[in-house]
């Protein structure tokens, strides 16, 4: 069984910093894409940033030159560094992977993790 656990969210002025972590476990025979979503106030799912295997990187326009994503391929771990965070970037951060397990692949998401950045 494949797990993916998401951590690091929390509550943060506007101007800081967090990083959040996302670690996926279980019966992995590769993981091709690694990323994040997140879910604001009005409910709209959207894409922050993926990577993939290679290191090649994707990130939403609002979080490019802010956020930084990270991936360690031996620990299976992706990471989200987010610096100059704005209140408009509250949300429940969701961690996604495409996971292949034997023969098949599968779209993996993590329960979510709350940041809150206060004004």
């Known amino acids: 069984q494949v797990q993916v656990v998401e951590s690091g969210g929390g509550l943060v002025q506007a101007g800081g910093s967090l990083r959040l972590s996302c670690a996926a476990s279980?019966?992995?025979?590769?993981?091709?894409?690694m990323g994040w979503y997140r879910r604001g106030p009005r409910n709209q799912r959207e894409l922050v940033a993926v990577?993939?295997?290679?290191?090649?990187?994707n990130y939403a326009d609002s979080v490019k030159g802010r956020f930084t994503i990270s991936r360690a391929n031996a620990k299976n771990t992706v990471y989200l560094q987010m610096n100059s965070l704005k209140p408009e970037d509250t949300a429940v951060y969701y961690c996604?992977?495409?996971?292949?397990?034997?023969?098949?692949?599968?779209?993996?998401w993590g329960q979510g993790t709350q940041v809150t950045v206060s004004s």
């Open positions: 279980g019966s992995i025979t590769s993981i091709y894409v």
């Open positions: 990577i993939t295997s290679g290191g090649s990187t």
């Open positions: 996604n992977a495409v996971i292949t397990s034997g023969t098949y692949t599968n779209n993996y």
